[in-house]
């Protein structure tokens, strides 16, 4: 005896399909709605505040003139640190910052957008030129950290970067008591 075997009538196979579209479908909605909620936020309530400075400007006077970058002691006892990216290099290459206290990162760029992060934390930014980048951090433990451009900006990007070095905040404490702005370039 032969024959063809006849499939059973079974339409769960199609169901099934037809759910898992529907959550497919579902998720590509939600998607967009959330794309238009975000787009409308932003136009109707721009962010608070957003600080600029001119990049052709920055050498000849004002926050990111070369004598105020680096490290400081803020009166709370907080540091802020400025620095510049340009092609191909961070000024100052090495950043000194103490741990155990809040750092605030101010940095901008003088020429194209470079990124900025430092490894083993979350701190990642971009440096666009025009506008100031703020980011505030806390490191735990001294050690020293790599800080490489991460957006690329030319054919020198892969050479750019610098190093962050986290020091005992006594130590850094007794460095600042007689330097205005600290870092660690040799
Ligand atoms: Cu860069």
Redesign the pocket.
Known sequence: MSGTAIPPNDDSAERIERRWAMVAVAIVVIMVVMAVIGGVHQAVMPQSHVETADPRRLHLGGEFIESNLGSTVEPDGSVTVRAI????SFTPDCILAPAGVPVTFRMT?AD????FLITDTNINLM?VPGYISTITARFDTPGERHMP??????V??EG?WARVKIIDKAEFDRMAADRRRLSCVE
């Not at 990216?85 to 191909?88: D, S």
């Not at 451009?149 to 030319?154: A, L, T, V």
Request: hydrophobic share 25%; with cysteine.
């Open positions: 990216g340009q092609q191909y760029s194209v957008i470079h990124g440096l451009c991460h957006e690329f900006c030319g020198g990007h750019m």
